[in-house]
């Protein structure tokens, strides 16, 4: 029963910064990788960023160079600082993870939060 738990979504305007922090709870044996996802109106789901447990990290091009994306792997947390924000950044953030079913098993199971409105105004 491992359970997302997103915030610090809002409105905020063009060229500014949010800060989008997501933890990991319940019966957690490790986790393999955490990141942002995001989905505007119309459009398909994609890949923000995305940390892995060893600290590798990947960028979509559209954000690369103002997002960054930071595990705290003692927390079970992963957070998104988002800078220079644009317009085209308006969507709904989800956070995701890959959990193994069970300690040791290297078979895992994503896990999706709730999502978390980002509003950025022109």
């Known amino acids: 029963q491992v359970q997302l738990v997103e915030s610090g979504g809002g409105l905020v305007q063009a060229g500014g910064s949010l800060r989008l922090s997501c933890a990991a709870s319940?019966?957690?044996?490790?986790?393999?990788?955490m990141g942002w996802y995001r989905q505007a109106p119309g459009k398909q789901r994609e890949l923000v960023a995305v940390?892995?447990?060893?600290?590798?990290?990947n960028y979509a091009s559209s954000v690369k160079g103002r997002f960054t994306i930071s595990l705290d792997n003692a927390k079970n947390a992963v957070t998104l600082q988002m800078n220079s924000l644009k317009a085209d950044d308006t969507a709904v953030y989800y956070c995701?993870?890959?959990?193994?079913?069970?300690?040791?098993?290297?078979?895992?199971?994503?896990?999706w939060g709730q999502g978390t409105q980002v509003t950025v105004s022109s």
């Open positions: 995701n993870a890959h959990v193994p079913i069970s300690r040791g098993s290297s078979v895992s199971v994503p896990v």
């Open positions: 319940g019966r957690i044996f490790s986790i393999n990788d």
């Open positions: 940390v892995g447990g060893g600290g590798h990290t």
